[in-house]
Nanobody
């Protein structure tokens, strides 16, 4: 089992920055990829960014490219999402997720473990 605990959400004005953290504990050796998803009211959960834990290769959805950076600190078993130039449309609950799979990493269903979520609110 893997436990994920997020922190770092909050409220900022458009153009501001936030950094989300996701601390993993438990059987972290089994994790192949970790990612950040977000869900706004009335919308489906959307994959924002993901990182392959063994290679640190990253992927971003188009709407956040150039603004968000995903990273990991293996010594601390922690993943981060640095969010810059935030826009009102980035407002959502952000979830950290981890998977033991190497396939279909764009699908939320692939992820075995989820954090509790942290709210990000961007005002105009």
């Amino acid at each position: 089992q893997v436990q994920l605990v997020e922190s770092g959400g909050g409220s900022v004005q458009a153009g501001g920055s936030l950094r989300l953290s996701c601390a993993a504990s438990g059987s972290t050796y089994s994790i192949r990829s970790m990612g950040w998803f977000r869900q706004a009211p009335g919308k489906e959960r959307e994959g924002v960014a993901r990182i392959y834990t063994r290679t640190s290769s990253t992927y971003y959805t188009d709407s956040v490219k150039g603004r968000f950076t995903i990273s990991q600190n293996n010594a601390k078993n922690t993943m981060y999402l640095q969010m810059n130039s935030l826009k009102p449309e980035d407002t959502a609950s952000y979830y950290c997720a981890a998977t033991t799979s190497s396939w279909s990493l764009d699908l939320a269903e692939t992820y075995n473990y989820w954090g509790q979520g942290t709210q990000v609110t961007v005002s105009s």
